[in-house]
């Protein structure tokens, strides 16, 4: 399975050929690495690059090291929390310019919608009309709050991903839009053209949905994303808040 590694990248080398190992299905979820001293004589490595190894790979989540008299390193199952986490801590860390993000969004949201027009019934479009007519009452009713505008825009969000019935969509587009709604209560404020946009847009998608017109709900799905991602980034621009290579700032 393993083979002495290269003297010139010697932690990198352990890492991909335990990865590949279990990539392939060579080691299985719930098998045991051989122990450290066994590992050390197959890769012909030393014990602090072999060690380090085995840390990223916990890392990653792709081995669970225990303690104890049944102690060592295990192949762990993907674990789709921890992948949630890692987008997470990315995004929080202000490591993805808002153009990859908004990349990102267009194809994954204009799926989820196209799904969701297929796959709603007439609870979820009970549901969705709902949430739209309090976003409604939110911009009519002075003076605007927009941090729980945007609350609500995002429940919609949500919701679509729910009705896709696809959990990677649900997943994956929960942690993106916990971590921008705080940007776009900071950073839109009470733009009213704005806010009628994000209306008019959700009204559009919602008939969609109910007429299971799914192409037109994936691509109305992609123009809003595509819109209101471009108005935060140019706000953002705008105050100081966007790196010279596009990403998000740290705000406060």
């Known amino acids: 399975m393993f083979k002495p590694v290269s003297r010139n990248c010697i932690y990198e080398d352990i890492l991909e050929q335990i990865e590949h190992a279990i990539h392939l299905g060579a080691l299985r979820i719930g098998d045991k690495l051989p122990g450290d001293r066994e590992l050390q004589e197959i890769f012909k490595a030393s014990r602090t690059p072999l060690r380090e190894a085995l840390k990223a790979l916990a890392r990653n989540g792709l ?3 225990k303690k104890g008299a049944r102690g060592g390193a295990y192949v762990r199952a993907i674990d789709v929390d921890f992948v949630a986490e890692n987008l997470d801590r990315l995004i929080r860390q202000h ?3 808002m153009s ?4 990102f969004r267009v194809v994954v949201e204009g799926a989820a919608g196209g799904l969701a ?6 609870h979820d479009i009970e549901q969705l009309k709902e949430l739209l007519n309090r976003l409604k009452g939110y911009a009519s009713t002075p003076p605007l709050k927009y941090q729980q505008f945007h609350d609500l825009e995002r429940k919609l969000h949500l919701a679509i991903a729910r009705i896709s019935n696809n959990q990677l969509y649900q997943w994956v587009l929960s ?3 916990t971590n921008i709604s705080l940007y776009y209560g900071a950073l839109a404020g009470e733009n009213i053209s704005y806010i009628n946009e ?3 847009d959700w009204d559009q998608i919602i008939q969609g949905v109910e007429k299971r017109e ?3 709900v994936q691509s109305d799905l992609q123009a809003h994303v595509v819109r209101s991602s471009r108005y935060l980034e140019r706000k953002a621009r705008e105050i100081g ?3 010279p290579d596009g990403r998000l700032r740290q705000i406060g």
């Open 63 to 65: 081995i669970e090291i």
């Open 95 to 97: 490591q993805v310019p």
């Open 100 to 103: 990859k993000l908004e990349e």
């Open 117 to 122: 027009a297929e796959r709603a019934n007439a």
């Open 175 to 177: 942690t993106i839009h």
């Open 198 to 200: 994000v209306i008019d």
């Open 214 to 216: 799914s192409a037109k």
């Open 241 to 243: 808040l966007l790196t």
